[in-house]
């Protein structure tokens, strides 16, 4: 039975201390892992102080952090966690019910941290090609068999789309579930560059990705 799987939550972190301790309460009655790429605030000490396994990267690399974290975690099912995003209540329960539905991997729905109405239809527009297109990206909690992952090899060693290949690659496989009931996602990285800018950087990078352009490159430029 699916229900007696183990899920293990895995949350790359870099200087988080801000969110760290609200999406950890969110992952209830589960396995979790942090996984620090070399943090220079208090975020692995909250982690420790909320009794919470911390394993150390040697890069700040999310690929590598996640990979890193899966290769410890003993639960049958793996669920990326980014350290700004909190899991709904019961989302185990939601996740056991997605993987036992004969699909391959899965995410929730988002919902960004934030009363701005033009926020609403960024969402509209994320669930949209979630459901669509079967393209979730990492801010959706991306959950899916812990063999499978390890079968595909884990995380391609990217500098900055890393989730966006693996989904890629799951989508070969078979079905990607988008649970309805959506992760709550913070709203810095939309109130730092404003809305539309964040559209166009998000759009333009995966297209450049699309053309095989040097994910390095990518990187350099998306994190200008």
């Not at 220079?40 to 890069?59: A, C, E, P």
């Not at 209540?89 to 699909?103: G, H, K, P």
């Not at 900055?160 to 709203?187: H, N, Q, W, Y």
Request: hydrophobic share 50%; charged share 20%.
């Amino acid at each position: 039975m699916i229900h007696s799987a183990r899920i293990s939550v895995i949350i790359p972190v870099l200087n988080e201390a801000e969110n760290i301790a609200a999406t950890i309460a969110s992952t209830k009655n589960v396995e979790v892992i942090v996984v620090d790429g070399g943090s220079q605030d208090s975020t692995v000490q909250i982690v420790k102080d909320l009794g919470v396994k911390v394993l150390v990267s040697n890069t700040a690399s999310r690929a590598q952090q996640m990979n890193a974290g899966a290769q410890t975690a003993t639960g049958e099912i793996l669920l990326f966690l980014h350290a700004d995003t909190r899991l709904p209540i019961q989302f185990d329960t939601m996740v056991y019910r997605a993987i036992a539905s004969n699909v391959v991997a899965g995410a929730f729905a988002l919902r960004i941290d934030s009363a701005l109405w033009r926020l609403r239809l960024v969402e509209m527009g994320v669930n949209m090609r979630s459901r669509i297109f079967a393209l979730p990206y990492g801010d959706q909690a991306i959950f899916l068999k812990a063999h499978l992952f390890h079968e595909l090899g884990g995380f391609a060693n990217l500098p900055i789309m890393e989730d966006f290949e693996l989904i890629c690659c799951l989508r070969r496989r078979g079905r990607i579930a988008i649970i309805s009931t959506p992760v709550i996602t913070s709203k810095r990285r939309w109130q730092k560059l404003g809305i539309m800018q964040t559209i166009f950087i998000n759009q333009v990078a995966i297209i450049a990705y699309l053309l095989s352009i040097s994910p390095q490159k990518i990187a350099n430029w998306y994190r200008r």
